[in-house]
């Protein structure tokens, strides 16, 4: 079975620019979460989608905003990108409360 | 608001000689305590959930406890495969029950051949 899928792997922007990731859950699975993880630090939360419902949102401004299909993916979209959100993006889709995680976006900001 | 403190924030160690790694967390009302394994560029690898004070699970050459301030990973004749950031994080009681997890910076461990 296929893992958790994200895409692109890297991605280097601008500041000022617009970003747009994007998730597959492993099949079966109906929950989306969006983690951000900063060089040296833990993942830190920043939305969960359940049945394309927002079921959670952690401490990020209104520049980040995310959707969760009809087949279950889901996009996290970022505006007016800044340098500090320079980071590894990682999507997890979950079973119960099992997180399952991709291998990320790594997206740059110059 | 939750916290999640791990120590130490790096360990080397010899091949065989076995340790433990800490996790101290502050929440309002513990749903699950996770431990998760990332090697480098990579997402992070479920390995444990503990659920109240008391509890043990093992896997291979990890165990891991729980008490009602911490939570303990010991590693007993570590391998160099063992090497890896080992990350501690923690889901609190919700209404909703759909709160992310809070995580700690994790535990960089080197094993040395």
């Known amino acids: 079975d296929a893992g958790v899928t994200q895409s692109p792997t890297h991605l280097i922007k601008t500041r000022g620019q617009h970003v747009t990731l994007r998730c597959s859950p492993i099949?079966?699975?109906?929950?989306v979460s969006w983690y951000q993880q900063v060089l040296g630090q833990g993942p830190q939360f920043i939305f969960q989608?359940?049945?394309?419902?927002?079921?959670g949102r952690g401490n990020f401004p209104d520049r980040f905003s995310a959707r969760q299909f009809p087949n279950y993916s889901s996009e996290l979209n970022v505006n007016a990108l800044l340098l500090g959100d320079s980071a590894l993006y990682l999507c997890?889709?979950?079973?119960?409360?099992?997180?399952?995680f991709g291998s990320g976006t790594q997206l740059s900001v110059l | 608001e939750d916290q999640v403190t791990q120590s130490p924030e790096a360990l080397r160690l010899q091949e065989g000689e076995s340790s433990s790694l800490n996790c101290s967390y502050t929440v309002s009302g513990l749903r699950g305590l996770f431990w998760y394994r990332q090697d480098p560029g990579k997402g992070p690898e479920f390995l444990f959930t503990l659920y109240s004070a008391g509890e043990e699970k093992e896997k291979e050459r990890l165990k891991a406890t729980l008490t009602k301030k911490e939570s303990f990973l010991h590693i007993t004749a570590p391998k160099p495969e063992d090497s890896a950031t080992y990350l501690c994080a923690v889901q609190a009681m919700s209404g909703g029950g759909a709160d992310g997890l809070t995580f700690g910076k994790g535990t960089h461990l080197i094993i040395q051949p």
């Open positions: 997890a889709s979950s079973f119960g409360e099992k997180l399952f």
């Open positions: 099949s079966g699975h109906k929950s």
């Open positions: 989608y359940y049945e394309k419902e927002e079921r």
